[in-house]
């Protein structure tokens, strides 16, 4: 499947695309349940991709993908996900698939998912005795709640795309 290089915001709303197995139906059920069920990250996703409105997007199943440019790591709000650009190819798929997992995280967990998911992914990722822990001790970030439920949601449902969903196209020019 070709990918136009720049997705609409309606998009966020809209079942307009086949992608990775999700046929329109699913991907509507998908869409309906993130801006319902998982309103408030969706929303402060939504905020997000307004800000980074000029980077490269793509859809990824029943989500947004951005390529952002910002000098943070990815993150998944709702049906909203981030990547940093400069990425090699097969870190941006893993990344790509993680992230994709937290949607499903999302999905089930609703207005709980920045309590449950996102306040610890935070630490994780992000308090220096963890950074600290998990660089001495070599413990894969993914091993860690609720990293480890990401990674087996993201393999199990992440579309089948090309390993460099951006990366296969000429960087844009905002």
Not at 72 to 88: A, D
Not at 93 to 108: I, K, R
Not at 141 to 158: C, R
């Amino acid at each position: 499947m070709d990918f136009p290089e720049k997705v609409c915001f309606l998009d966020a709303v809209r079942p307009s695309c086949y992608h990775g197995g999700m046929n329109r139906w699913k991907i509507a059920l998908y869409r309906f349940w993130q801006w319902t069920w998982g309103l408030p990250q969706t929303l402060v996703g939504l905020a997000m991709a307004i800000k980074y409105r000029r980077c490269p997007r793509k859809r990824v199943g029943g989500a947004v993908a951005t390529l952002h440019d910002g000098d943070w790591g990815g993150v998944s709000l709702g049906m909203f996900i981030f990547v940093p650009k400069g990425l090699r190819p097969e870190r941006e798929a893993a990344l790509l698939s993680h992230e994709y997992g937290h949607t499903f995280q999302s999905a089930l967990l609703g207005p709980l998912y920045l309590l449950l998911v996102g306040v610890p992914s935070f630490l994780w990722a992000n308090l220096p005795r963890n950074v600290q822990k998990r660089s001495l001790r070599h413990i894969p970030y993914e091993a860690h709640y609720p990293e480890n439920w990401a990674e087996k949601l993201g393999h199990k449902h992440f579309p089948k795309v090309q390993p460099n969903l951006f990366s296969s196209r000429p960087e844009e020019k905002p």
